[in-house]
């Protein structure tokens, strides 16, 4: 039974791990899963949101656990056929995944919002959740490099995360309105908790929190916020964190994601295996949690997801 609404937010594979194990501790639509939108891109003439179907697909039992992305039983006809007649390659579509691209396309074209679309997938797919895009605004993420920028999915899965990061541009932030479910709910004087799940802290959530009023709002929202390490050991459980880190400058520790959200966050979860590290994020104004993090198995995201929602209501007393 829930006690008053929760707030994730999250960006693909990571955080949807974490979304799932919280969607399962009975919070029905009391749970609202804010997804990054800032990897959005068209593609092929269709609007691929990866970080919002990574959500749906985990929530819905669909999703590709063996990848780590993309639907479960999944086929590649349509890009074997696009290959054979020399079109770009370079970002696979699923067949299955297809359908999902397709409607979305459809439904934007119509005048249909990014919310309104994917509210209408989750409720088909008999998600409870509400899973919200940040924003129903245009939004993308710019990774700079030395050779120039580049947008993210260039950057992340034709170039294979490869050129030296030197920062990040979010093109469209200061124009963009949040998304107006997520701002009530961080007004709501029944807010149970915001947690920011183990997602990429410079991609995944940093564009969450630089749109326009975010920011004050966590500042001033009624529950304790806590953040889950990406980093365990030093090492991204998923995708270039560390690899980023390192080229930013910053050493690629837990710690380190620590800083990055001080002042925004009531408490951190670290992975046990990064114990030694609980007295210095403490130092922060923050209380360090110690659980185990690494979500190989539902039971391990059953598992965080307790914890963390234990962990919020103890903040909160």
């Not at 999915?153 to 170039?159: G, S, T």
């Amino acid at each position: 039974m829930s006690k008053g609404q929760v707030i994730a937010l999250s960006g693909g594979v990571g955080g949807a791990k974490l979304a799932l194990g919280l969607s399962r501790l009975g919070l029905g639509d009391d749970l609202l899963i804010v997804t990054n939108v800032g990897d959005d891109f068209e593609h092929l003439g269709l609007n691929i949101c990866p970080d919002i179907d990574s959500v749906v697909y985990a929530l819905a039992g669909l999703n590709d656990q063996v990848k780590g992305w993309g639907r479960a039983d999944e086929g590649w006809r349509f890009m074997a056929a696009l290959e054979e007649l020399g079109g770009e390659n370079w970002f696979n579509l699923g067949d299955r995944d297809l359908a999902m691209h397709v409607l979305r396309t459809q439904a934007l074209a119509r005048g249909e919002s990014l919310t309104q679309v994917t509210r209408t997938i989750t409720r088909q797919l008999g998600i409870a959740a509400n899973v919200l895009p940040m924003t129903d605004d245009p939004v993308r993420t710019m990774v700079q490099t030395a050779d120039g920028p580049l947008a993210f999915q260039h950057y992340f899965v034709r170039d294979q995360c490869a050129p030296v990061v030197s920062g990040f541009e979010f093109e469209g932030i200061a124009q963009a309105r949040p998304q107006a479910d997520f701002m009530a709910a961080l007004k709501n004087p029944g807010l149970r908790a915001v947690i920011i799940t183990p997602s990429n802290p410079f991609v995944s959530i940093e564009p969450i929190l630089r749109l326009p009023g975010v920011r004050d709002a966590l500042a001033a929202a009624p529950a304790p916020i806590i953040a889950v390490s990406p980093i365990v050991a030093g090492l991204a459980i998923k995708g270039p964190a560390a690899k980023m880190m390192t080229e930013l400058g910053m050493p690629s520790t837990a710690l380190a994601v620590a800083e990055h959200y001080e002042g925004l966050i009531d408490g951190f979860v670290l992975d046990e295996t990064d114990a030694d590290l609980a007295d210095d994020v403490d130092s922060l104004d923050m209380r360090a949690l110690l659980a185990q993090t690494v979500m190989l198995s539902l039971e391990d995201r059953d598992g965080l997801a307790d914890y963390v929602i234990a962990a919020v209501d103890e903040l909160a007393v």
